[in-house]
């Protein structure tokens, strides 16, 4: 089942439902509703505007890593869980590769503001589960998720 599991996960982080959700560990840190793709290898790419909640909540001081986890509605009727830590994606290069797969899945406009109206914050994935319709949650091993 694992491998299903791993495969129906990424299927869900894959597609684009409205009402995607990021909480994040921190006072005020959400629900939030938040834009994202995935990367490659399945971690959250979320954007935000410069300065909003959602992204004050996101950007620890002192360049730490925030606990997050980001829940996304299934068609089924459950929901992916993905947590981790995130952080904002800065380094040169990796902005820009992460910048090709956000625009790959999800072209917006605010994309080319990233850096100075917008923010790109990626989630090192550390968990991931599967809840269904029935509130029954599935682990989900978050190399095989990757790998998927």
């Known amino acids: 089942m694992t491998r299903e599991a791993a495969t129906l996960a990424r299927t869900v982080a894959a597609g684009h439902p409205p009402a995607a959700t990021i909480q994040v560990a921190c006072p005020g840190g959400g629900p939030f509703p938040v834009r994202y793709a995935v990367d490659g290898e399945g971690a959250p790419l979320l954007l935000t505007r410069a300065g909003s909640a959602v992204d004050t909540a996101l950007t620890a001081p002192e360049d730490d890593d925030v606990a997050a986890v980001l829940a996304v509605p299934a068609p089924s009727g459950g929901r992916l869980w993905i947590s981790g830590w ?23 406009a605010d994309l080319l503001d990233v850096g100075q109206g917008h923010t790109l914050h990626r989630i090192d994935v550390a968990e991931v589960r599967l809840e269904g319709a029935d509130g029954r949650l599935t682990e989900v091993d978050p190399e095989e998720y990757a790998a998927a």
């Open 86 to 108: 995130s952080s904002p994606v800065t380094d040169a290069a990796s902005l820009r590769s992460a910048l090709i797969e956000f625009a790959a899945q999800h072209p917006t």
